[in-house]
């Protein structure tokens, strides 16, 4: 059948002008990724490789040391995070429903973060604030701290 | 004759003249490549004991290197120790003491160490261990005067958090 035959001609053709389109880019880029490779010799392939292992020694090395000084001041920052809370506590009935949750959340949030500064600010803010003054005072903070 | 048959005595003969003037020419330069090849064992023989020689260096200088990170970690728990030491002992000296002031000091003074040690400009590295090791000093002597005969108690650290409110460099 004349139609079938010509389907089947033209998927040949379209296929062997596909292949001949990125044929030479392929073999291009395999040709460029071969002499990239070639162009260093073994020796120095060896010495780039022993550069690699040096840097990933030393980066491993100081990884270990940010999470064993981020676990020193987590445990500093939890305990102040425990005053903070205690302080909530007492204070709860002379904040906002609102402003209890949110100053609940922000000091879980500080102790992920590491955020010593503003969560001493608020320990300031609860410990030198009388009853009137405390819910105003948090609110402040927070517009503050958005 | 027909066509295919020319060439295919052509391409024969072709092939036949190359591999005959290809042995020829190995004939006449023997000598030579004999010396190549000779000296082609030499050159992968040398770079063989390079490369073995290499791999010894390299094998030392990355145990040296992971040693070298193990002792940086080692000084850097002792510090991070002497920190929660220096706390403790605040609290412990300092009865009137409030408890946030000695968490303030121990996270003021983990932040100058995480910049003497992490800091990626060398410049600012050695001003922090300088002022790291200022505010460890004056924790020391603010513990030493109290433990002074006849001097009278102080009720806070003044040093440490004169040093803290940049008061003292």
Known sequence: ?146 | MPLPENIARFVARLINTMKTESADWQLAHQADLDKLREEKLVAEQELKQRLELMEIRFKEECKRARLEEERQTENFTEFLASIDDMKANMLEYYGAMPKPMALMIHHHAAELLKDAWHNPDARERLRNQSRFTSLMLAVTEDLTDLSRDGAQPKALPEKTIAFMQNKIE
């Open chain 1, 1 to 146: 059948m004349p139609q079938s035959l010509f389907s089947e001609l033209s998927l040949i053709y379209v296929s062997f002008s596909v292949l001949a389109l990125y044929a030479p880019a392929v073999l291009g880029a395999l040709a460029l990724a071969f002499f990239l490779y070639r162009r260093h010799s073994r020796l120095e392939r060896r010495r780039q490789k022993h550069a690699r292992l040096r840097r990933d020694i030393a980066q491993r090395g100081q990884a270990r040391r940010k999470r064993l000084l981020l676990a020193s001041q987590r445990g500093n920052i939890r305990e102040l995070a425990r005053l903070v809370h205690g302080q909530l506590k007492t204070r709860q009935r002379e904040l906002t429903p609102y402003q209890a949750q949110r100053a609940s959340a922000f000091i879980e949030r500080a102790v992920v973060t590491v955020d010593f500064d503003r969560l001493y600010a608020l320990h300031v803010l609860f410990d030198s604030n009388d009853a009137q003054q405390v819910s105003p005072a948090v609110e402040t903070f927070f517009e503050h701290t958005r």
